[in-house]
């Protein structure tokens, strides 16, 4: 699989899916920022791959300007960009307030606006420049409980398409919506057994996935292996997806009688 050689920027790069992301491009030869809130992740992450840690808040369109220059200047021509940096709630659709409502929007939304609007004309000037923005199984298919991030993920993939088409044939720009996927976030819930248990039996490939699979999709649609795919979200989620909840149960039931 080869890969183009211009720098990547990791929005969220501190932690999970995209320290991980950090990590498989630089072994892939890629010089990587790793942009974060948090300056103390950043760093350890920027160090372990060779990288460069900036600091930046997406939601602040201002200082994701600063940071898209600074990478420039820093690791020359900026040829990828990854919109991995989020944040998400759970409680009833009505008990949310407007200020987590805000939150979630501005950073799920307007941060991966924010990047791409700002990283646009160092990606249209270089050839082979791509882009995966990250959503989430839940702006394909609602879950319970997160009524504000499903409708910002949702976004995002529309996001997505915008820009892919009116980039092409400059710039390719992908998502992907993982399902769970383990990550310190999470690491609470996934290692409690029985928590565990009925999320892997859920999923057709009875496991929850990791962040170093995530990256590696990502990484492959950075690269040039990925040449002819624009405007698409990839599914990363198991099968999970697959079943139907009204139909699957019942007509399990009577596969088992005649197996």
């Given at each position: 699989?080869?890969?183009?050689?211009?720098?990547?920027?990791?929005?969220?790069?501190?932690?999970?899916?995209?320290?991980?992301?950090?990590?498989?491009?630089?072994?892939?030869?890629?010089?990587?920022?790793?942009?974060?809130?948090?300056?103390?992740?950043a760093a350890v992450v920027a160090k372990e791959i060779d990288g460069?840690?900036?600091?930046?808040?997406?939601?602040?369109?201002?200082?994701?300007?600063?940071?898209?220059?600074?990478?420039?200047?820093?690791?020359?021509?900026?040829?990828?960009?990854?919109?991995?940096?989020?944040?998400?709630?759970?409680?009833?659709?009505?008990?949310?307030?407007?200020?987590?409502?805000?939150?979630?929007?501005?950073?799920?939304?307007?941060?991966?606006?924010?990047?791409?609007?700002?990283?646009?004309?160092?990606?249209?000037?270089?050839?082979?420049?791509?882009?995966?923005?990250?959503?989430?199984?839940?702006?394909?298919?609602?879950?319970?409980?997160?009524?504000?991030?499903?409708?910002?993920?949702?976004?995002?993939?529309?996001?997505?398409?915008?820009?892919?088409?009116?980039?092409?044939?400059?710039?390719?720009?992908?998502?992907?919506?993982?399902?769970?996927?383990?990550?310190?976030?999470?690491?609470?819930?996934?290692?409690?057994?029985?928590?565990?248990?009925?999320?892997?039996?859920?999923?057709?490939?009875?496991?929850?996935?990791?962040?170093?699979?995530?990256?590696?999709?990502?990484?492959?649609?950075?690269?040039?292996?990925?040449?002819?795919?624009?405007?698409?979200?990839?599914?990363?989620?198991?099968?999970?997806?697959?079943?139907?909840?009204?139909?699957?149960?019942?007509?399990?039931?009577?596969?088992?009688?005649?197996?």
């Open positions: 699989m080869s890969s183009p050689v211009g720098a990547v920027v990791v929005t969220g790069g501190a932690s999970g899916i995209g320290a991980a992301t950090c990590r498989v491009l630089a072994e892939a030869g890629r010089r990587v920022a790793v942009l974060d809130r948090n300056a103390d992740g460069f840690a900036i600091v930046a808040d997406v939601a602040d369109h201002q200082a994701i300007d600063h940071a898209i220059a600074l990478v420039a200047k820093e690791l020359g021509p900026i040829q990828g960009l990854v919109n991995n940096a989020g944040v998400g709630n759970l409680k009833p659709l009505e008990a949310y307030t407007p200020a987590e409502v805000d939150l979630i929007w501005r950073v799920n939304v307007a941060g991966t606006y924010n990047c791409l609007r700002s990283a646009a004309p160092h990606l249209r000037a270089r050839p082979g420049a791509a882009v995966v923005n990250l959503a989430s199984v839940s702006g394909v298919r609602p879950t319970r409980g997160e009524a504000p991030y499903s409708a910002a993920k949702a976004a995002t993939i529309a996001l997505t398409r915008s820009a892919a088409l009116e980039w092409a044939p400059d710039v390719r720009v992908n998502c992907v919506s993982p399902g769970f996927v383990r990550t310190p976030l999470n690491e609470m819930l996934v290692s409690e057994d029985s928590a565990r248990e009925a999320l892997e039996d859920r999923t057709p490939l009875k496991r929850v996935g990791t962040a170093e699979e995530t990256a590696g999709v990502i990484a492959f649609l950075l690269s040039d292996a990925a040449a002819y795919m624009t405007g698409q979200n990839l599914i990363l989620d198991g099968g999970s997806m697959l079943p139907s909840e009204q139909m699957d149960p019942a007509l399990g039931a009577l596969l088992e009688l005649f197996s």
